[in-house]
């Protein structure tokens, strides 16, 4: 049970917001201090049930937060309806957890924090592609252990990443941003796989080849594939960044591994549910070149069985956007989608830009509203 241990700040604002845990930074309560309200924070480190949210939600409130971890289901939603909440903010860019279907039939609002977690999250991909190419957790343990005796020539051996070719299933923000890093930076040819072309992202690498070219190097090669078995058996290394939902549900299956090279790298920073993890266990250990570094898992925090022994495995526990910057970043945004909602502001585009959120001058807006049409919320034109 979550104990009813709760912070309370600015406790005479005149609308009442509910936080189901802690967020870091300050900025996000000034947004709310400025819109006159009062915010409950629970101070609890678990994760909370519905029943639990229902009555931290009580008789009335006007806005929530709440985390990843929690289901935002149907009953939640019912019950916030009749609290009158107006307004629900997901501290998080994934709303997976979230039933937005039935917040949009209570009239509740669904706000998410995009933007923020981009290059943060690319960046962890970055990290566990190399640490897994290059064997560095292995590597690590058996120095800490003592076994060191002096240097080997076949110690270690890992995967050289330069020249190879990058493959990407889900090439959104993050997964742009996590292939133009390794087309950049270890000069790998992309092929990548949406269910829409990402002209911007093509266009980008073609320019980068033409620079190389330019500059007396080999060009790099942009591939759209038109299913996500062509990057998986293509690729070297394949890095999964698609939306979680009933088409990418076990994406990643035993047949899929199967496709793909036996020493390719596998990386999970999207959501856990997109791989079957027990077949990712079993084709790890079938096949001891082929590695695997995972950010999240498809029963979090448990992990499949065998999966903790493996040493193809770097695993860390979904800390993809734990940068300062990007966590109190996500509060200010989720912040802003409560207060600006209360305040009768418009939403802002998914396409803009949501950098002037994390201004001393936020525009009237709220940054990220996920169900705007559905509820014919007016977007932003300018103050
Ligand atoms: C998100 O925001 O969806 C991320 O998974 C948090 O790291």
């Known amino acids: 049970m979550v104990d009813k241990a709760r912070k309370i700040f600015n406790s005479s604002g005149e609308h009442r917001v509910l936080v189901t845990r802690e967020l870091p930074g300050a900025r996000w309560l000034e947004i709310f201090e400025e819109a006159g309200c009062r915010v409950e924070i629970c101070s609890s480190q678990e994760v909370m049930s519905g029943d639990e949210i229902r009555s931290e939600v009580g008789d009335h409130c006007d806005g929530v937060i709440g985390q990843l971890t929690e289901a935002w289901n149907e009953e939640i939603f019912s019950a916030l309806k009749i609290a009158g909440v107006k307004v629900y903010s997901n501290y998080a860019v994934g709303y997976n957890n979230v039933d937005v279907e039935a917040a949009t039939s209570c009239g509740i609002p669904v706000g998410n924090t995009p933007g923020v977690l981009t290059e943060t999250t690319a960046e962890m991909a970055v990290t566990l592609t190399l640490a897994a190419a290059r064997r560095v957790i292995e590597a690590d343990k058996f120095t800490r252990g003592g076994k060191y005796r002096g240097w080997q020539p076949s110690m270690f051996l890992g995967k050289l990443l330069y020249r190879k070719t990058v493959g990407v299933i889900g090439a959104g923000r993050i997964g742009s941003v996590y292939g133009k890093i390794m087309v950049e930076g270890f000069k790998m040819d992309l092929i990548y796989h949406d269910i829409r072309r990402n002209e911007t992202l093509e266009k980008y690498i073609s320019d980068y080849s033409r620079f190389l070219t330019e500059h007396g190097e080999k060009p790099v090669a942009c591939d759209y594939a038109g299913t996500a078995d062509e990057v998986l058996a293509r690729a070297d290394v394949v890095s999964l960044h698609p939306v979680l939902d009933n088409t990418t549900f076990h994406l990643i299956n035993a047949a899929r591994l199967d496709l793909m090279k036996e020493d390719a790298v596998l990386i999970n920073v999207s959501r856990g549910q997109v791989v079957d993890e027990a077949a990712l266990v079993a084709h790890c250990r079938d096949h001891p070149t082929f590695r695997t ?58 396409t803009q830009n949501i950098d002037p959120f994390l201004g001393d001058d936020p525009p009237r807006a709220a940054p990220g509203i996920v169900n705007a049409d559905e509820l014919s919320i007016p977007y932003y034109r300018g103050d």
């Open 293 to 350: 570094g995972l950010d999240v898992y498809e029963a979090e925090p448990d992990m499949a069985p065998g999966l903790a022994g493996l040493d193809n495995a770097v695993i860390v526990p979904h800390i993809g956007s734990a940068t300062g910057w990007t966590r109190e970043g996500m509060a200010v945004l989720a912040a802003c989608n409560v207060a600006a909602i209360l305040r009768g502001y418009p939403a802002w585009r998914k």
